[in-house]
Nanobody, 124 residues
Framework: QVRLTESGGGLVQAGDSLRLSCAAL????????MGWFRQAPGKEREFVAS????????EYADSVKGRFTISKDNAKASVYLQMNALRSEDTAVYYC?????????????????WGQGTQVTVSS
């Protein structure tokens, strides 16, 4: 069973940058699309970004477009989320997830393997 593990979260100030990493332990991500989702206190989990199996197609939530960049390194079985110009409203637990197919989507029901999450807190 592949286990996804996120890292890179922390406490930063508004305007700072963070890079989240998600590593697949015990398996590969080569043939799968991947996504990042986040959940703020008292809110539902929401889509952040997704990438297809070879990185040829990406999609972003409007709220992060132009600030966040998703990337994937199949050789390292890892996916990343570069977050720039962070805002207080980006504060949330961030989860990476593996899609069940080569492609990815902004809808959580297509993902069959989720990490435990990493906390990102942005102070204003």
């Amino acid at each position: 069973q592949v286990r996804l593990t996120e890292s890179g979260g922390g406490l930063v100030q508004a305007g700072d940058s963070l890079r989240l990493s998600c590593a697949a332990l015990g398996g590969t991500l080569t043939n799968y699309g991947m996504g990042w989702f986040r959940q703020a206190p008292g809110k539902e989990r929401e889509f952040v970004a997704s990438i297809d199996w070879n990185g040829g197609s990406t999609e972003y939530a409007d709220s992060v477009k132009g600030r966040f960049t998703i990337s994937k390194d199949n050789a390292k079985a890892s996916v990343y989320l570069q977050m720039n110009a962070l805002r207080s409203e980006d504060t949330a637990v961030y989860y990476c997830a593996r899609h069940g197919h080569y492609t990815a989507s902004p809808y959580p029901y297509g993902y069959d393997n989720w990490g435990q999450g990493t906390q990102v807190t942005v102070s204003s």
